[in-house]
């Protein structure tokens, strides 16, 4: 970063033109995706810092490597319109249904399976618990150990909806304890979450990409996380949003963390594919 921008650069003179430079010499370069995005990720918090401490006014626009281009261990976006929006391709609406929300939101597979009706609410999702296969059980903490909410759109929620309103222990099963993601034989358990991932691997097969070319490419079902991730990067969101969105923040987040003018970002970016 030094050795591009020079040493001798002040805060206060790096615009977008600046970042934009950056990320084109190391391309030029022929750094990788990861390498390059890494560097500018460096200056990112860098600047968020600086603007706190008001020594800049405003932090410019930040580029990154990215765009159309295909990341490794992950689908670019035409990829996912593609497998998406081919419902023949799945063997099932659960299996495709846990894909599209993963992609549009960064939820892990042991989030989408832990989620209960109960964690679902118009604008939001609750995300405080995952499913654990190992031990057959919801654990009240998630993988980083604290609670987030993930704000959704209405396509998100109109698919929550009707996977509940699919389910066959919807009058059975009070809201607490019935799984958006359910068991076909078991009201107590969500669905197997590594046929979540063969379903994936199969729609895959389905649209054209071979078993080889898939782990050559490393997609797995985690893949979504990197996906979302980059589709909310890309589109302008918020870096320490998008971190607390996915899950990579460390302190416990509530809705008051997220501004209105995000929010609204946010779901806008989550139907924009």
Not at 168 to 183: A, L
Request: hydrophobic letters at 35%; aromatic letters at 8%.
């Amino acid at each position: 970063m030094l050795r591009i921008l020079g040493e001798e650069m002040l805060l206060t003179e790096i615009t977008r033109r600046e970042t934009r430079r950056l990320r084109d010499t190391l391309f030029q370069e022929g750094k990788a995706a990861t390498t390059i995005n890494h560097v500018i990720n460096t200056l990112s918090v860098i600047l968020q810092a600086a603007e706190e401490d008001e020594i800049i006014q405003a932090i410019p626009r930040i580029y990154r490597a990215g765009g159309g281009s295909k990341k490794r261990g992950s689908l670019t976006r035409e990829e996912a319109q593609s497998l998406l929006g081919t419902p023949e391709a799945w063997r099932n609406d659960l299996e495709r249904i846990a894909s599209e929300i993963a992609a549009r939101t960064g939820l892990r597979r042991s989030e989408l399976l832990g989620l209960t009706a109960d964690r679902c609410h118009r604008d939001y999702i609750d995300v405080s618990r995952v499913w654990e296969p190992v031990s057959w059980k919801l654990k009240e903490t998630t993988k980083g150990g604290e609670a987030r909410i993930v704000p959704i759109s209405r396509r998100i929620r109109s698919l929550i909806v009707y996977l509940l309103r699919s389910s066959p222990y919807r009058w059975e099963i009070p809201p607490g304890s019935r799984y958006v993601f359910y068991h076909g034989t078991n009201p107590h358990a969500p669905y197997d979450g590594r046929e979540l991932t063969r379903g994936l691997y199969h729609a895959l097969e389905h649209v054209g990409m071979s078993e080889e070319q898939r782990q050559a490419a490393g997609i797995t079902f985690h893949s979504w996380r990197h996906f979302a991730n980059s589709q909310m990067i890309e589109a302008g969101i918020p870096e320490a949003t998008v971190r607390a969105l996915i899950g990579h923040q460390s302190q416990a987040m509530t809705m008051n963390y997220y501004h209105a003018q995000d929010l609204a970002r946010i779901a806008a970016v989550q139907d924009d594919w």
